[in-house]
């Protein structure tokens, strides 16, 4: 089965969303995760009760001017912070007619993926493959945790073309 795709700088930019969302949301960390947040929230929860039980705090003695002072330093460096992180984001999206973005052609085989491309070909065994998976469309199939062969929605002619290749590919999984 050969399938030629065409991957745009969007559709790297919504696998790129979708690969570290699934490293941040891994099962294996999810009911750890749950416990821990909730002894947080409890430590801060009684910190604060105790804190507020000292000494009553009233809104004329509270001294908004220190406030704002100690709060602009913290708002510069938080726009500081997101403007850089979309800034590396911006950056680091692939070359157009690159190894990842452009034009390129996916043979399935009973060996494994061939992967060919303006730039040259590579070859995935089957036992690279870690999981396939659909988010919006789009299908990825995983060859690590990170690093996807990406089809994007618009290759498929069909929904039954699309579970036809998810079929296939599962069936060596």
Same mark, same amino acid.
């Given at each position: 089965?050969? $399938?030629?795709?065409? /991957?745009?700088?969007?559709? %790297?930019? @919504?696998?790129?969303?979708?690969?570290?969302?699934?490293?941040?949301?891994? $099962?294996?960390?999810?009911?750890?995760?749950? #416990?821990?947040?909730?002894? =947080?929230?409890?430590?801060?929860?009684?910190?604060?009760?105790?804190?507020?039980?000292?000494?009553?705090?009233?809104?004329?003695?509270?001294?908004?001017? &220190?406030?704002?002072?100690?709060?602009?330093?913290?708002?510069? +460096?938080? =726009?500081?912070? #997101? %403007?850089?992180?979309?800034?590396?984001?911006? #950056? *680091?999206?692939?070359?157009?007619?690159? +190894?990842? /973005?452009?034009?390129? &052609? +996916?043979?399935?085989?009973?060996?494994? =993926?061939?992967? !060919?491309?303006?730039?040259?070909?590579?070859? %995935? $065994?089957? @036992?690279?493959? @870690?999981?396939? @998976?659909?988010?919006?469309?789009?299908?990825? /199939?995983?060859?690590?945790?990170? *690093?996807? #062969?990406? !089809?994007?929605?618009?290759?498929?002619? &069909?929904?039954?073309?699309?579970?036809?290749?998810?079929?296939?590919?599962?069936?060596?999984?």
């Amino acid at each position: 089965m050969i $399938k030629n795709i065409t /991957i745009t700088k969007q559709d %790297y930019l @919504e696998y790129s969303k979708f690969a570290v969302s699934r490293l941040c949301n891994s $099962k294996s960390k999810a009911s750890s995760s749950f #416990l821990k947040n909730m002894i =947080i929230w409890f430590v801060l929860a009684v910190t604060f009760m105790s804190v507020f039980q000292l000494k009553s705090i009233r809104f004329n003695d509270f001294h908004w001017q &220190s406030a704002l002072i100690t709060a602009i330093p913290f708002s510069i +460096l938080l =726009i500081v912070f #997101l %403007y850089n992180i979309n800034k590396f984001k911006r #950056l *680091s999206i692939p070359n157009d007619n690159g +190894l990842v /973005i452009g034009k390129k &052609s +996916l043979e399935f085989q009973a060996d494994g =993926i061939t992967e !060919i491309n303006n730039l040259g070909h590579c070859f %995935y $065994k089957w @036992e690279a493959v @870690e999981v396939i @998976e659909e988010h919006k469309g789009n299908v990825y /199939i995983f060859v690590d945790k990170l *690093s996807a #062969l990406i !089809i994007p929605a618009n290759s498929f002619a &069909s929904e039954a073309e699309k579970d036809e290749l998810k079929a296939f590919v599962k069936k060596f999984l």
